[in-house]
């Protein structure tokens, strides 16, 4: 805005301001991540205190908060330092989130470890679990298909909907291979995590799934991916164990099925 | 709190301690190294990436008793505790894709919250299913003993 160039001295603030988000010529260089670091647990805070004082109300889950919120003060500063939001985010913010953002490779591999614990439960049901994974996830391709065809999305639009049922660094690469997006792609798999973060406690209860925990954790896990892995467990165990599994397998089905799929249905 | 936490851990026996932290996090790092070599193994049209190897890996350790819970379980639970914190970059990231929501966001918004709940909804209902089956048409047990080990 026009208040940090109004004087001088203001804009001297404007540009030891901006050399500290990096948003300057010379602070970009420098790569400065303390500021996205900071952002994300503040927004994440922020959210959690919200959900607290809310009672729970679902929209107030710190992810979908601290998402919202981070993206709305990065959409004010970048009017501020007059550039665009994507601009913004990428000098200012991205050195610091991709901090943040590698944990997700420890973290993933750790849900071996919830997997491991109810080993009992792998091995005697092994078949059923592979079975419901490929059945499950063929027969939500040609929703997902069906949804997106009658939503009206192009060719592109419904190639990119199809992987996203696979961890992003599968599904990003699946997608350019059967001609869609790969960045409209990432966006799906993000917003699943969200939307189960947000909705699965109330979709479990409104479908009646947690009837069979196995089951429970299979859909957790591959509708939501790690974060619905996380869901699980709060479930108990067996949700967990299973929600960890489907993470693996329903990466490497869609690995397998995927592109065939697309092919028969005519994309690309 | 530091006192109630080191003193039943000397009257247990040294094998049944949990590791420190900095060895944990030491073999989360080299499964991790090992996963990031083999994943550019595999084609790019079937890319498997490296946290999917290293859970591969790290199960597998686990359940041939390589590598025992005590081993890993503290930093990893820790890590799992953190999963929606760490998503939050993730999240942000979307400031980037804005034009793309610009253009046709709303049907895509859509067609991603019905397939988040047909995946969820489809899994699940397929899973109890072949359970029913296993049970009606195989005769086979079904009894699961759902508390936590």
């Known amino acids: 805005m026009v208040i940090l160039s109004a004087t001088p001295h203001m804009a001297a603030w404007g540009k030891w301001l901006g050399d500290a988000l990096g948003t300057n010529a010379a602070g970009a260089s420098a790569g400065n991540a303390i500021f996205g670091i900071f952002l994300s647990l503040l927004v994440y805070l922020i959210g959690q205190w919200l959900f607290k004082i809310g009672k729970g109300f679902f929209l107030f889950q710190p992810l979908f908060v601290g998402m919202v919120l981070g993206i709305f003060i990065l959409f004010l500063l970048a009017k501020v330092f007059g550039t665009t939001t994507a601009n913004f985010y990428k000098s200012a913010y991205k050195p610091g989130g ?171 | 709190m530091a006192q109630s936490h080191s003193a039943p851990q000397t009257d247990q026996p040294a094998t049944e301690q949990p590791s420190p932290i900095i060895v944990q996090m030491a073999i989360f790092a080299a499964i991790l ?61 979307l400031a980037a894709s804005l034009d793309i929501l610009r253009t046709q966001g709303l049907q895509i918004v859509a067609v991603v919250l019905i397939a988040t709940i047909v995946m969820l909804v489809v899994v699940a209902y397929t899973t109890a299913g072949l359970i029913w089956i296993r049970k009606h048409v195989f005769h086979r047990s079904v009894d699961i003993d759902s508390q936590s080990h």
């Open chain 1, 98 to 268: 991709d901090i943040i953002f590698w944990f997700l490779n420890p973290a993933t591999i750790a849900f071996a470890i919830p997997l491991y614990r109810r080993n009992d439960i792998v091995k005697r049901f092994w078949l059923e679990i592979i079975l419901s994974l490929i059945i499950g996830l063929v027969a939500s391709l040609f929703f997902i298909y069906g949804a997106a065809k009658f939503l009206g999305l192009d060719h592109t639009g419904i190639a990119s909907m199809l992987p996203q049922a696979a961890t992003t660094a599968i599904a990003m690469p699946i997608a350019t291979a059967i001609g869609g997006d790969a960045a409209v792609t990432a966006m799906a798999c993000i917003l699943n995590a969200v939307i189960i973060y947000a909705l699965g406690d109330w979709l479990v209860k409104a479908f009646r799934i947690n009837h069979d925990p196995i089951g429970a954790g299979l859909g957790l896990g591959t509708a939501g991916h790690t974060v619905g892995s996380a869901k699980a467990l709060q479930l108990g165990s067996i949700q967990g164990s299973m929600a960890s599994i489907a993470v693996v397998i329903v990466s490497i089905v869609v690995d397998i099925v995927v592109p065939p799929f697309a092919a028969i249905m005519g994309l690309k």
């Open chain 2, 33 to 93: 190294f090992v996963a990031s070599l083999i994943s550019p193994l595999f084609p790019p049209s079937f890319p498997v990436p490296t946290p999917v190897i290293g859970l591969i890996i790290l199960y597998v350790l686990l359940a041939t008793h390589i590598i025992k819970l005590r081993n890993v379980e503290k930093f990893g639970d820790f890590m799992i505790s953190l999963i929606a914190f760490l998503f939050v970059p993730s999240g942000i990231q």
